[in-house]
């Protein structure tokens, strides 16, 4: 403290104004180059397109328009445009439009976020030649999928206790966080939120997932979760009558036995159907070939 006012004293209070605004710059603390006063504030999602305007006066010819990227050592990156005097060639994935006051960047990743500046300077103004300058800031985002929400209950003799419900959704940034809902409005001392985590994939994104514990001594609750806006399918958690597969057994079993007792039936009549006409058969069978055959054979004894 003692030092530095003593060596504010000694350079005095000219240079402060020069260094201030330079340590506003540094530790991100400048109302003009940070936050939402840029000129033009964009806004984008991954895989999306976004049209950068460059707030020229259309009444006047210009000498050259260009937009640049700001680098993270600060390095000015050529985008797209007119450059003063060397054709510079285009970046990827961006055009001008036939105005040329207009660059368009298609296909956005998240790293195409951060600081642009649009470079220009009028044709007809000789006792101007300045090279005007607009910044505009782009902020990337990706939209996370719709949450995945899946319910794990302890049970005891098939009566839920207790149930942890976990919410995921994949890819998006920033990361964010699930908000749940519980829709019967019960107290919030009869669930908490156990865990919220957030794993980094390999393309910068990252899949996030919130689990929340319910206590199902108040009965059955209908729960679901959300993220930007998006909404899980609605479960019922602590569900107190027993599980769907358990509740629709005995339809099962009843329809299936019906099923059974019905094809019992047939068969029993196909099988009794069946001796009947094969008895039909053989009395049949057994009565008059062998008659035949005797009165051949008498035909023939007698013949010879
Ligand atoms: C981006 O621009 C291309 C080409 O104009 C177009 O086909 C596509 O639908 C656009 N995508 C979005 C997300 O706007
Ligand atoms: C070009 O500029 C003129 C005059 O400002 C405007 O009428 C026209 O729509 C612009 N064309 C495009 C493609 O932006
Ligand atoms: C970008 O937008 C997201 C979502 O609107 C916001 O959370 C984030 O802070 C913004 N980042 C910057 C650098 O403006
Ligand atoms: C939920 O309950 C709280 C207090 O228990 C109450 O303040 C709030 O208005 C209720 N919300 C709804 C949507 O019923
Ligand atoms: C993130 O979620 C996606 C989609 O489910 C999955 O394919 C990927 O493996 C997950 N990444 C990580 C690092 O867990
Ligand atoms: C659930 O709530 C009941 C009543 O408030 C309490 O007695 C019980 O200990 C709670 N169970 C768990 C697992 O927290």
């Avoid at 710059?25 to 936050?35: A, K």
């Amino acid at each position: 403290m003692k030092a530095s006012s003593s060596w504010l004293t000694l350079l005095g209070p000219r240079l402060l104004l020069y260094l201030l605004p330079l340590v506003l710059e540094i530790t991100g603390f400048s109302s003009v180059d940070r936050g939402h006063s840029y000129p033009g504030s964009y806004k984008g999602v991954v895989g999306g397109n976004v049209s950068f305007h460059c707030p020229v006066d259309k009444t006047k010819n210009l000498d050259l328009l260009y937009f640049q990227k700001v680098g993270v050592n600060r390095e000015q990156i050529f985008f797209n445009g007119y450059h003063s005097s060397k054709p510079l060639t285009p970046h990827p994935r961006t055009e001008m439009d036939h105005n040329n006051t207009i660059m368009h960047i298609y296909e956005l990743t998240l790293s195409d976020s951060g600081e642009y500046e649009c470079h220009y300077m009028y044709k007809d103004d000789m006792n101007d030649r300045r090279v005007n300058m607009v910044k505009i800031h782009l902020n990337v985002t990706a939209l996370f999928s719709k949450p995945v929400i899946t319910n794990n209950c302890n049970q005891a003799n098939g009566i839920p206790l207790e149930c942890d419900v976990k919410c995921e959704a994949h890819n998006g940034f920033p990361d964010k966080k699930i908000k749940w809902n519980e829709l019967r409005n019960v107290s919030k001392e009869m669930w908490k939120i156990l865990r919220n985590d957030e794993v980094p994939t390999r393309t910068e994104l990252v899949n996030i997932s919130s689990t929340a514990s319910f206590n199902c001594s108040v009965g059955e609750l209908k729960v679901s979760c959300s993220v930007d806006g998006i909404t899980s399918d609605i479960i019922s958690v602590c569900s107190s009558k027993a599980s769907p597969d358990q509740s629709a057994n005995p339809i099962i079993v009843i329809a299936a036995g019906v099923i059974c007792g019905l094809v019992g039936i047939v068969i029993i009549c196909v099988f009794k159907f069946k001796k009947r006409n094969t008895e039909a058969e053989n009395t049949r069978a057994n009565g008059h070939p062998e008659e035949v055959r005797v009165l051949n054979n008498l035909e023939a004894t007698l013949g010879s």
